[in-house]
């Protein structure tokens, strides 16, 4: 079983920025990939972000130029940096790690709402 803990949501004005936080724990799994889905309300769930265990990343259009993720193997860790906030980026943002046995993990999420 693995346990995703989540941290680094909050408020922020626009034109600020967060860094979520993300750690994997627990046995016998192996990381393949670690991303960030956000979800607004009446909206669906998108895609963010997402990092391979080779370091590959992928951004969605709407975050592209504004968001790093990375990731720190040693602590199994992956983080959000967001900059340029928009209040259109207001949502409940979840950490996913996919294991190389093909299973998905979720945490249970973090709330971001950028506001005046």
């Known amino acids: 079983q693995v346990q995703l803990v989540e941290s680094g949501g909050g408020l922020v004005q626009p034109g600020g920025s967060l860094r979520l936080s993300c750690a994997a724990s627990g046995n016998g799994f192996s990381i393949y990939r670690m991303g960030w889905y956000r979800q607004a309300p009446g909206k669906q769930r998108e895609l963010v972000a997402r990092?391979?265990?080779?370091?590959?990343?992928y951004y969605a259009d709407l975050v592209k130029g504004r968001t790093t993720i990375s990731r720190d193997n040693s602590k199994n860790t992956v983080y959000l940096q967001m900059n340029s906030l928009r209040p259109e980026d207001t949502a409940v943002y979840s950490c996913v790690l996919l294991t190389t046995a093909g299973i998905n993990y979720w945490g249970q999420g973090t709330q971001v709402t950028v506001s005046s």
């Open positions: 990092i391979t265990n080779d370091g590959s990343t």
